[in-house]
């Protein structure tokens, strides 16, 4: 009877333990190589320094930043090493709301496509508006090194990427920007 008892619980106790370390429901399948997906900047020099914006992390975290001590910008030619990215990362706070993992996964999917060479034309938004950049992030898992696609900039230039899935996650993470903001 003990026995049976003994195996019944450890056969409980094993399958919880498998449970909780295989499984991070938070984090989408096949990303826990890549740390962040998405980023919205805003940068305004007009009345003073402005820098802020916020990080979609591969647990959907939204990562908020305002004029950070340390930063190191998005550089789409050169990229972003993960070292930098971890750095950017400690000077964020987490947003009081997150992306479900479903509409996570469907953007990062979107945003895997993602072709930067058809731009329109950059044209003038106004004056002292600033400029709202919105990017997706690539990431080489050889070189570690993250790569920027622009995908939408509106403020003093517009111009935005004309990739059917660019547009539509551009037009995601509005939404989520007026949430954040």
Same mark, same amino acid.
């Given at each position: 009877?003990?026995?049976?008892?003994?195996? @019944?619980c450890?056969?409980?106790?094993?399958?919880?333990f498998?449970?909780?370390v295989?499984?991070?429901?938070?984090?989408?399948?096949?990303?826990? #190589?890549?740390?962040?997906?998405?980023?919205?900047?805003?940068?305004?020099?007009?009345?003073?320094?402005?820098f802020? +914006?916020?990080?979609?992390?591969?647990?959907?975290?939204?990562?908020?930043? #305002?004029?950070?001590?340390? !930063?190191? &910008?998005v *550089? +789409?030619k050169? /990229?972003?090493?993960? %070292?930098?990215i @971890? #750095? *950017?990362?400690?000077?964020?706070?987490?947003?009081?709301?997150?992306?479900?993992?479903?509409?996570?996964?469907n953007?990062?999917?979107k945003?895997?496509?993602? %072709?930067?060479?058809?731009?329109?034309k950059?044209?003038?938004? /106004?004056?002292?508006? /600033?400029?709202t950049?919105?990017?997706?992030?690539?990431? %080489?898992?050889?070189?570690?090194?993250?790569?920027?696609? &622009?995908?939408?900039?509106? /403020?003093?230039?517009?111009?935005?990427?004309?990739?059917?899935?660019?547009? #539509?996650?551009?037009? !995601? &993470?509005s939404?989520?920007?007026?949430?954040?903001?």
């Amino acid at each position: 009877m003990k026995t049976k008892l003994l195996k @019944k619980c450890a056969a409980v106790l094993l399958l919880s333990f498998f449970a909780f370390v295989g499984c991070d429901e938070g984090t989408v399948e096949g990303s826990t #190589e890549q740390q962040i997906f998405f980023e919205v900047s805003y940068t305004n020099n007009a009345w003073g320094k402005q820098f802020k +914006g916020f990080i979609i992390d591969r647990d959907g975290q939204i990562r908020l930043y #305002e004029n950070p001590a340390k !930063w190191t &910008l998005v *550089n +789409g030619k050169t /990229g972003i090493t993960l %070292d930098q990215i @971890k #750095e *950017n990362l400690l000077n964020t706070t987490r947003a009081a709301t997150s992306i479900p993992a479903a509409d996570l996964k469907n953007y990062i999917s979107k945003s895997a496509a993602i %072709d930067d060479s058809a731009f329109s034309k950059p044209v003038s938004g /106004g004056a002292d508006r /600033g400029i709202t950049s919105f990017y997706v992030y690539h990431y %080489d898992k050889e070189t570690q090194v993250y790569k920027s696609v &622009l995908i939408n900039q509106t /403020g003093d230039i517009e111009t935005f990427n004309k990739d059917k899935s660019a547009i #539509e996650v551009s037009t !995601w &993470l509005s939404t989520v920007l007026a949430q954040v903001y």
